[in-house]
């Protein structure tokens, strides 16, 4: 099976700098995903890791390290909107090529 | 606009009844799943189907049954059989190439009378 983690919730303050951090245990690695969910919304795609290394799209970035079974999303320049739960998922390799969900960062940014 | 349509976006089950939540897509997508996700949880995966007329249980069948006669469509159906039903329910899709994100849909609150 796979064991994801993630930090229950995370609080920040408006312009601030935060890092969600996601930590998996699988019988081998395929890909990750980070996605953005906003209260009873639809999650919403923000990022895939399959490489280790940091991928950058605007104001987030994720990044991987397969050796130590690690990834994070880094959002800069936090606005109110980001209010959210953000989503790791794994997927790995062999067998289901479906990921399995983390039970989510719900992140609360404060004025 | 592409994208996919769940309805109703909430729904109310009497002891002992079947109810079935409608997910269709314009994405021309091959695959599409059912999540349900609960208070402090992830997303589980209920039931999942990568081609038409084929669908495979996920991690938490139990209750549920589903149908895929169209590729448009992947209708739920949560049976009396499923005890505990109130819950948010999730429907995706994607192309069904392992390293594609999943689209998903505004979801179905599903709550008991």
């Known amino acids: 099976g796979q064991n994801i983690d993630q930090p229950t919730e995370m609080t920040a303050t408006e312009g601030a700098i935060v890092q969600i951090n996601c930590t998996y245990q699988?019988?081998?690695?395929?890909?990750l995903f980070w996605y953005q969910q906003h209260a009873g919304e639809a999650p919403t795609f923000l990022s895939y890791?399959?490489?280790?290394g940091l991928e950058e799209k605007g104001r987030f970035s994720s990044f991987l390290s397969r050796s130590k079974g690690y990834s994070y999303l880094l959002l800069k320049e936090l606005q109110m909107k980001d209010s959210a739960s953000y989503l790791c998922?794994?997927?790995?390799?062999?067998?289901?090529?479906?990921?399995?969900f983390g039970r989510g960062t719900s992140l609360i940014v404060h004025p | 606009d592409g994208g996919i349509t769940q309805s109703p976006k909430y729904l109310f089950r009497k002891e002992g009844q079947n109810v079935t939540l409608s997910c269709e897509q314009n994405?021309?997508?091959?695959?599409m799943y059912w999540y349900r996700q609960d208070p402090g949880q992830g997303l589980r995966l209920i039931y999942y189907?990568?081609?038409?007329?084929?669908?495979q249980k996920g991690d938490i069948a139990e209750g549920y049954s589903v149908s895929r006669e169209k590729k448009e469509s992947f209708p739920l159906t949560v049976t009396s059989a499923q005890k505990n039903p109130t819950a948010f329910y999730l429907c995706a899709s994607n192309t069904g190439d392992s390293n594609q994100p999943q689209h998903f849909g505004d979801g179905t609150r599903l709550s008991i009378l």
């Open positions: 189907s990568q081609i038409v007329n084929d669908f």
């Open positions: 890791n399959v490489l280790d």
């Open positions: 994405l021309n997508h091959d695959a």
């Open positions: 699988t019988s081998g690695f395929n890909g």
């Open positions: 998922a794994v997927r790995a390799s062999g067998g289901s090529y479906i990921p399995t």
